[in-house]
């Protein structure tokens, strides 16, 4: 899948909503689904600064070599 497919796919989702306030709540409830992050990466270099909460972020390697970004808040 490409990265425009992938935007095209997320722009659908969402445009399912009618409001900012309903988007918001679905990515709250995606985060819930996501798995947690490890311990060993919830540190302060890992923290991003200046959010509301603490949010702690790690982008590790798949064995293909693929990033992905894995978030605590």
Not at 21 to 44: A, C, H, S, V, W
């Amino acid at each position: 899948m490409t990265i425009k497919e992938i935007q095209e796919e997320i722009v659908d989702e969402f445009s399912m909503f009618d409001d900012w306030m309903q988007r918001y709540e679905y990515i709250i409830d995606l985060g819930k689904n996501l798995p947690i992050i490890e311990e060993e990466f919830k540190t302060e270099e890992n923290t991003i600064k200046g959010c509301q909460s603490k949010v702690c972020r790690n982008s590790p390697s798949s064995a293909r070599g693929l990033k992905h970004l894995q978030v605590h808040a």
